[in-house]
């Protein structure tokens, strides 16, 4: 597979988006594969590996270690054990944007991994969710997911079809809940794909099984999403 192409397996394809001031790709590339940054296994150091550059594309991994507890009760006595699992997430760096790929533990050191390699300030993109709905991104709109203040008995209300005025309904507090994600079908050169964006960023992609979705696509999605 080329390295601005991924392919959706049999689950649905999520990512996070990050920006980045990109100024060198080189640059940036040589600094993931410097000794102190790279992956070791040895002394247990998490890391970049695996990672290609080519057309001004940066691909790769980032690999964490992450510790997690395990009860043992035996003869009426418990003991805890320690164990140590490895995480990983794969990234492409674009001049466009930063697309984040696989579990959120090693997504989310990855911000802070790049920032201390690269010297770059990166931040995780948010959307406006509130304004996708009203601005009609999708063909067909799908799921809204609600979330009222924590004081309220109804903390979620799912609500599906077209809701232009949902805010009218008894379940919403009104002028105090905001949108937590949003369902639906959008077009695109590859075909309708169903879209979920939640409030924190994350982008969810259902379609066929083994379809290639190219650098392009993933941008032409991100801009369906944010442009005004």
């Given at each position: 597979m080329r390295i601005d192409e991924i392919e959706?397996?049999?689950?649905?394809?999520s990512?996070?988006?990050?920006?980045?001031?990109?100024?060198?790709?080189?640059?940036?590339?040589?600094?993931?594969?410097?000794?102190?940054n790279i992956f070791n296994p040895e002394i247990g150091s998490n890391g970049f590996h695996d990672?290609?550059?080519?057309k001004g594309i940066i691909r790769g991994f980032y690999t964490v270690f992450k510790t997690f507890e395990v009860e043992h009760y035996i003869l009426g006595l418990t003991t805890k054990e320690n164990f140590v699992r490895l995480e990983h997430c794969e990234f492409i760096i674009t001049p466009e944007h930063v697309y984040v790929f696989g579990k959120p533990t090693p997504a989310r050191l990855l911000v802070t991994a790049l920032t201390a390699a690269t010297g770059t300030y990166i931040e995780r993109v948010e959307f406006d969710l509130e304004h996708i709905r009203?601005?009609?991104?999708?063909?067909?709109?799908?799921?809204?997911?609600?979330?009222?203040?924590?004081?309220n008995p109804i903390r979620r209300a799912r609500l599906t079809g077209c809701m232009r005025e949902y805010k009218i309904l008894p379940t919403i507090?009104?002028?105090?809940h905001e949108i937590n994600s949003i369902k639906g079908i959008i077009e695109t050169p590859l075909g309708p794909i169903d879209l979920t964006v939640n409030?924190?960023?994350?982008?969810?992609?259902?379609c066929k099984n083994g379809l290639i979705l190219s650098i392009d696509n993933l941008n032409f999605i991100f801009d369906l999403i944010t442009k005004d």
């Amino acid at each position: 597979m080329r390295i601005d192409e991924i392919e959706k397996k049999s689950a649905p394809l999520s990512y996070q988006c990050l920006k980045m001031q990109i100024k060198d790709i080189q640059a940036i590339f040589n600094a993931l594969n410097e000794k102190d940054n790279i992956f070791n296994p040895e002394i247990g150091s998490n890391g970049f590996h695996d990672c290609k550059c080519d057309k001004g594309i940066i691909r790769g991994f980032y690999t964490v270690f992450k510790t997690f507890e395990v009860e043992h009760y035996i003869l009426g006595l418990t003991t805890k054990e320690n164990f140590v699992r490895l995480e990983h997430c794969e990234f492409i760096i674009t001049p466009e944007h930063v697309y984040v790929f696989g579990k959120p533990t090693p997504a989310r050191l990855l911000v802070t991994a790049l920032t201390a390699a690269t010297g770059t300030y990166i931040e995780r993109v948010e959307f406006d969710l509130e304004h996708i709905r009203q601005e009609n991104r999708f063909t067909v709109m799908k799921t809204i997911l609600l979330e009222n203040s924590k004081h309220n008995p109804i903390r979620r209300a799912r609500l599906t079809g077209c809701m232009r005025e949902y805010k009218i309904l008894p379940t919403i507090e009104v002028g105090n809940h905001e949108i937590n994600s949003i369902k639906g079908i959008i077009e695109t050169p590859l075909g309708p794909i169903d879209l979920t964006v939640n409030k924190k960023g994350k982008i969810t992609l259902d379609c066929k099984n083994g379809l290639i979705l190219s650098i392009d696509n993933l941008n032409f999605i991100f801009d369906l999403i944010t442009k005004d």
